[in-house]
């Protein structure tokens, strides 16, 4: 089965933003892949080609371009939450094999939570021997009080725009240190409101922290696991 992602903008309401009430467009890029059967070649997609429905409105589909050749480059940050317990990191060998297998399009970068912000330790490069070495194990000091949600926040916000594709693997165990738990936690909304303006795909893989893989649903609700990690 032959595939291919393709990187959309269309519009949608302000409504769906962050305290915004009018209705006007504003742009949203989001990555789909389209799929043929086995044994047949994939057609060419245009905008025109492609329909989006959001809220039981169809949405303009303003752009669309096929992630391949010039446009394959993907950045991809890896955010560690620092109070992850040390002594439950075993899966970070793993997570290192997971950053020297990307491609050579793609472009990594490591950073750490810490007190609701991001601490960049390493700004997205394509040499991934180099980005493997900057992982190191999180301290599990509780008294960083990281804010997963707001952590996230931080780096997409001040995330220079470049590549196509901009992706982020949260490791945390998702529990929000300010109090505001829960499916309806405001500072969750934010983020994914805050990724989904800025295209960026979001992964989550559950660690043990202050929490317990309970709250690691509210994450995978709403972001999915990276395939083949546990979670």
């Known amino acids: 089965m032959l595939s291919l992602s393709f990187a959309l903008v269309f519009g949608q309401g302000q409504r769906?933003?962050?305290?915004?009430?009018d209705t006007s467009a504003v742009?949203?890029?989001?990555?789909?892949?389209?799929?043929?059967?086995?044994?047949r070649e994939l057609p060419p997609l245009s905008h025109a080609d492609l329909s989006v429905v959001l809220d039981e409105a169809n949405?303009?589909?303003?752009?669309?371009?096929?992630?391949?050749?010039?446009?394959?480059?993907?950045?991809?940050?890896?955010?560690i939450d620092e109070k992850v317990k040390p002594a439950a990191t075993a899966g970070f060998d793993e997570l290192r094999r997971f950053v020297s297998s990307q491609a050579a399009a793609t472009a990594v970068g490591i950073a750490y939570m810490h007190n609701g912000e991001a601490e960049i330790v390493l700004t997205p490069t394509k040499d991934l021997?180099?980005?493997?070495?900057?992982?190191?194990?999180?301290?599990?000091?509780?008294?960083?009080?990281?804010?997963?949600?707001?952590?996230?926040?931080?780096?997409?916000?001040?995330?220079?725009?470049?590549?196509?594709?901009?992706?982020?693997?949260?490791?945390?165990?998702?529990?929000?240190?300010?109090?505001?738990?829960?499916?309806?936690s405001t500072y969750l909304e934010n983020a994914i409101q805050d990724a989904q303006r800025a295209g960026v795909q979001v992964f989550s893989i559950y660690a043990p922290g202050t929490g317990d893989a309970a709250d690691s649903r509210v994450l995978n609700s709403r972001w999915p696991g990276l395939p083949g990690t546990a979670r």
């Open 129 to 184: 021997a180099r980005a493997a070495k900057a992982l190191r194990l999180p301290s599990g000091n509780t008294s960083f009080l990281a804010n997963p949600f707001n952590s996230l926040s931080a780096l997409i916000n001040g995330w220079s725009t470049g590549a196509a594709r901009r992706e982020v693997v949260v490791v945390t165990d998702g529990v929000d240190t300010f109090g505001d738990i829960g499916a309806a």
């Open 16 to 21: 769906f933003r962050r305290g915004a009430t």
């Open 59 to 79: 949405r303009p589909v303003t752009e669309c371009v096929a992630l391949q050749d010039d446009s394959a480059g993907l950045e991809l940050y890896v955010l």
């Open 27 to 39: 742009p949203v890029q989001i990555v789909v892949t389209a799929k043929a059967s086995t044994g």
